[in-house]
């Protein structure tokens, strides 16, 4: 599906207003002006949700992705896909297209492993994805070596709802692109439209963000950076 600048909508529902119901809808309807958006993934990041709650958004967020899909796209490869923040056992439930693992999570491999084993099969692809979250060129290396399918480089920049933390700057960035082979690497923290060319230059095949998406209007995000 990829135009160019891969892209990357993290959701957060506690950043909308109102009660959780107000939330869920406003999450709802901004996955689905991503995916009209043509946005290549979508990871849910609820961490909060207990597992029942999780997979039950999680089934919404799917439901909402067919129904917004442009009718023209029926090749699932072209479709925006669907991650699980930590949760394999949630994705495969739900249907999901991948989980989206943390740096202190179980290692891709393991996750393959489980795959094997699994009675569920994912329902929305042909491949599960499995992304890992890195800090540094070694865990780059450590998710390619792993079968990740891609790579979260955090934080690049500074993020200003968590000013102490020391981001690791467009250096590290290049220095992590260039620690891979095969696997792509996205760039996360602080991404704005104004930074994100740099961080492409640094090597990054697209960026990831949660405010970028959803205080925007996600059709013009995504015009203005497939355009870099």
Known sequence: MADGCLLYYITDRSQFRGDEHARRRAL???????????VDYIQLREKDLSTRELEMLARDVLSAVRNSTPLRTENRELRTRVL?????????????????????????HEVRRVLELSAHRPLTTDH???AASCHTAAD????????????????VFEKKDAPGIQPAGLAALREACRAKIRVRVLALGGVTIENAASCLNAGAAG??????????????????????
């Open 28 to 38: 709802l309807a901004k996955v689905a002006e991503a995916v009209c958006a043509r």
């Open 140 to 155: 780059i290396f450590r998710a390619e070596s792993e079968a990740a399918d891609f790579a979260v480089f955090a934080p």
């Open 84 to 108: 699980i923040n930590s949760r394999t056992d949630v994705a495969l439930a739900a249907g999901a297209d991948g989980v989206h693992l943390r740096a202190d999570d179980v290692a891709p």
């Open 207 to 228: 960026v990831a963000a949660i405010r970028l998406f959803q205080e925007n209007k996600i059709e013009d995000v995504v015009r203005a950076l497939r355009a870099l």
């Open 128 to 130: 599960f994805l499995v």
